[in-house]
Structures are given as C-alpha cells and as structure tokens.
C-alpha cells in the first residue's frame, strides 16, 4: 500500500496545484506524488506542504507507475493520453470535458451518485464534471432525494479562477492598472473582468442562446441525476472575483414542502454546510468559501407558500470553491473510491468546522 503512486496531470496549473495542496494537506507523502506538466516545466519546483515535489515531463510511460491519474490539463490532452492509460490498468479520472458525455463513461459526483464506481471491476476512466455542475447538484441533492426535484432555475455568478490562474492574473494585473490609472487590455477574457459583470465567455449556439456553460449544466445534470426529463434553465455570467462560484438558484421539487423540511434535509447532507443567519445578517459568500471543502448554503426560503406554509418552490444561494470541490476535490475523492490502495481517506469529507450556522 506505501507504495502506491498518484500522478498528477498537468500539476503546474490552477486545479493541479489545488490537488497538490489538498494531498498535502492530507499528509500523503510527498514520494507518492508524481507531479506532470509539459516539457516546458521540467524541473520546476512546487510547493507541497512544507516540503517540495518536481514536476517531470509527462509521457505515456510516466503512468505506468501509477496507481491513479488525475488529469488536470485540457480536453486535447485528456483524449490522446487518458484512455490509453485506463486500458494500461491505471485509474483515470479526468478533469476536462473530454469524456463527461461520452457513453459509458461515468460521471460522478461522489456524494451523489459514488454507486457508479463499485463495479467488479471498477470503471478505469472517469469524467469529472464541470465546476458550475458540481456546486450546484451539492446544494440540490438533499432536496432531490427526499422530495425529487422538476425544474432548476439558476443563475451563476462564476469567479475568474475558473480561466485558471491567467484569469486570476488577469484580473489582478487589471485592478492595478485601474488604480494606476493606466489603460486596461483584456487578454484572457473577452471584456475588462475588473470592476465588470459579463456572460460567460464560452462560445454561445445561435440557434437556442445558450452558451457553452449553460449547455454543460443542462446535460452534465441530466447525466448525473439519470434524470433526462428535469429541466435545467442557466445563465451563467463572469464576475470579479478571484476565487469560488456563487448561484442563485430557484428549484421546483416533486411536491410542496415546509421550510422546515428543506433545513432538516440540507443540514445533513454531506459536504453541505449551512450558513443561513437571518438576525445577524450573515449568508455564504465567495470568500467564505474559497480554500474550503464544504459547498455552502443559505438564504433558505420558500417561494410563495400557500395557506398552509408549504411550497413546491424553494431559493437557495450557494457558494464553493471550483478550484477545490469543483474540480481537484472531486477527482481526488473518485480517485479513492476507485483506489483504495491510495489510502487518501477522501471518501467523506468535511472541513473543519463544518456543520450548520443558522437563525431566524
């Protein structure tokens, strides 16, 4: 078991290092970690708790030490590399959109629908979804389980970090010319991210208005929730913040139902924390999120409750961390589903002090 190895695919970048530092975090040795990055990064050096790992150039035969691969580069490379390293007997879990749609290919949110990965044997390749998708199903699972859900109305409100660390960069580099006052030039996004609000960025289909974004939350849930019948109605909009995606989100369950019964249900759930503080005016926020496990919830409430305070309709705000939960988390924690020999204790997760903060 000590000397299983995990390879990290493209760990110079934003969800690379986050998988980094959660492995740290975790006290996984630092001589079980085989950091990957193109040619250009060899022998670069990478923060790893209070030690270091060096990245080495990723090749086909790289992977064949490995117990397990998390891919965190993009779908190009995911294509040529993933599938020959599962049929190679390496677990690959995949962090890009190559494979989230793609027949009998799982996609997987642990807490969700984690059942997929205990076949005899286990899946070797595995999609992780999209960040927006992750957050969002947190939030909405309790709910989804005790009373089924119909309708998701959502609208996010997504942090430059999901462009990795050049959007962060970005907007850092555009606060400061802003303050400088000197002349603002977007390069990673197409419109000024400081001090800005715009539609996602993703290439938008003229025939139904829907942009790329939108169109992964519509099919990513429908695949997860083996639910091709719900609807899904996003819009999906940039704003400047550096880390962790917030969501309005309006949801149509499958009966009406208390307020009281939407608390009970999300205060247990896991990787959910509540924090709904009505008196002290204290609600999620991206901040409060970033850098943490749990996917926060609050502004509970029931959308116009009949006589007898029940509604079908519920409003949640939900912030979390899609570097973290969004992303390197999640693959991390199918990694150890599907691994076991890892020992990377992921499979329940909760953050430290986690649990549920709320008044009326």
């Not at 999209?130 to 969002?136: A, D, L, Y």
């Not at 829907?210 to 929730?225: D, Q, V």
């Amino acid at each position: 078991m000590s000397e299983s190895r995990l390879a990290i695919v493209g760990a110079t970048g934003a969800v690379g290092r986050e998988a980094l530092a959660i492995l740290a975090q975790r006290g996984f040795a630092a001589q079980r970690v085989l950091a990957l990055a193109s040619p250009n990064s060899d022998g670069a050096v990478l923060a790893y708790g209070s030690g270091h790992v060096t990245v080495r150039t990723f090749d086909a035969e790289s992977l064949g030490r490995c117990e397990a691969a998390v891919f965190c580069a993009d779908a190009a490379v995911a294509r040529e590399h993933a599938p020959p390293a599962a049929e190679a007997g390496v677990f690959v879990i995949d962090n890009s959109s190559a494979f989230r749609m793609a027949p009998g290919i799982p996609l997987v949110v642990p807490e969700i629908n984690g059942r997929v990965l205990e076949g005899d044997p286990p899946p070797r390749l595995i999609a992780n979804p999209n960040c927006s998708t992750i957050i969002m199903l947190l939030g909405l699972e309790p709910l989804r389980r005790r009373f089924g859900v119909r309708e998701v109305v959502v609208s996010t409100y997504q942090a430059v970090s999901g462009a990795g660390l050049a959007g962060m960069r970005e907007l850092d580099e555009q606060v400061s010319a802003f303050a400088g006052g000197e002349p603002i030039r977007p390069r990673v996004f197409p419109q000024q991210c400081a001090f800005n609000v715009f539609t996602h960025e993703s290439p938008m289909e003229t025939a139904t208005g829907l942009n790329g974004e939108e169109t992964k939350m519509i099919a990513e849930t429908r695949k997860i929730w083996g639910d091709p019948q719900v609807d899904v109605l996003p819009t999906c909009v940039r704003v400047p913040v550096r880390r962790a995606h917030s969501q309005s989100i309006l949801v149509r369950l499958g009966r009406p139902v208390s307020e009281a019964q939407v608390r009970d249900s999300l205060v247990s759930a896991a990787g959910v924390r509540v924090v709904d503080d009505r008196r002290g005016g204290r609600f999620p926020t991206p901040l409060d999120a970033s850098g943490i496990d749990d996917v926060l919830v609050g502004r509970v409430r029931l959308a116009t409750a009949g006589p007898d305070g029940r509604s079908d309709r519920v409003m949640l705000w939900v912030c979390g961390d899609q570097l973290r939960k969004g992303a390197a988390l999640n693959a991390l924690q199918i990694a150890d589903r599907v691994a076991p020999a890892l020992g990377l204790g992921l499979a329940d997760v909760r953050s430290p002090g986690s649990g549920v903060s709320f008044s009326f």
